[in-house]
C-alpha cells in the first residue's frame, strides 16, 4: 500500500490497533488453555502410574480432556 492508501487509511489505526491487541489477548488465553489440557493430561497419567485412579477412570477423564481439545480444535479452524 502506498503513501495515499496509508494516508486514507490513517484515522482506522485505533481501530487496528485495538484488534490487532484483541487478537494477541485471543491468542494467549487459547495457549493458555491448551497448556492447562495438557497439564490435566500428564496429572492424570502420573495418577494411573500411582495407583490413583483406575484406567477406567483414566480412559473416561482422558477422553472428556481429549473431546475439549477436539472441539476447540474444532472452533478455532472452522
Known amino acids: 500500500m502506498g503513501l495515499l492508501g496509508e494516508l486514507v ?12 491487541v484483541t487478537g494477541q489477548v485471543v ?5 493458555e488453555q491448551i497448556a492447562q489440557w ?4 500428564v496429572a492424570l497419567e502420573r495418577e494411573l502410574a500411582t495407583g490413583g485412579i483406575s ?3 483414566f480412559d473416561r477423564r482422558e477422553d472428556e480432556i481429549l473431546d475439549l481439545l ?5 472452533g478455532v479452524a472452522g
Do not use: N, S
Open 38 to 41: 495438557q497439564r490435566e493430561l
Open 9 to 20: 487509511l490513517l484515522p482506522l489505526a485505533p481501530v487496528r490497533g485495538a484488534v490487532w
Open 27 to 31: 491468542d494467549a488465553a487459547e495457549q
Open 70 to 74: 477436539e472441539e476447540f480444535d474444532r
Open 55 to 57: 484406567e477406567e477412570e
